[in-house]
């Protein structure tokens, strides 16, 4: 009985720590990755700003190759969104939507349904580094409530570092091989 008592005790003294530490998390939260890509800036961005080009590159969309997401809207133009509906909970359900488009970076609105709701929002900032080498800049921006702040920090931010990196990676060498 003695041992159940101090268990229980460890148990729920783990947890009030976590509970203080995750005051003191901050709930906003900017994760960001960049890479050098050897195309001109307007290339990369004409690629990117389709949405539908996210099926050969988007690291979240190849985790399930059954997924066929849905364009709603005129593709690459503000308003568009494309809508997904995973299987896999590591996918999910939600939707993005093009809100802001200048010649230098392309704004979104994160909507997930499946397996949390919650919003965010995503920028892809390009940079021309030279006639023929470009800069992008992946921005993922999160506004996460108590005590979920904490399990973001530590454990969402490197997931979500790690998934955009790869989509970097993966356009880098589609439009590298054009």
Known sequence: MKIVKNILIGLVSIIVLL???ALFVPKQSTVSVALTIDKPKTEVYDYIRILRNQDEYSSWV????????????????????????????NVGEGEQ??????PDRIDVDLRFKRPFE???KAANILKA????????ISEFYSNDKYPFNLMFYLFGRNMIKDAEMTSLQNIKRILEAK
């Open 97 to 102: 939507e093009i809100t802001a488009l200048t």
């Open 118 to 120: 919650g919003t965010a």
């Open 19 to 21: 509970l203080i530490v």
């Open 129 to 136: 580094v030279s006639d023929n080498q470009t800069e992008i």
């Open 62 to 89: 190849l985790r399930d190759p059954n997924l066929k997401p849905e364009i709603v809207g005129e593709d690459g133009t503000v308003g568009a969104i494309q809508k997904w509906n995973s299987k896999d909970d």
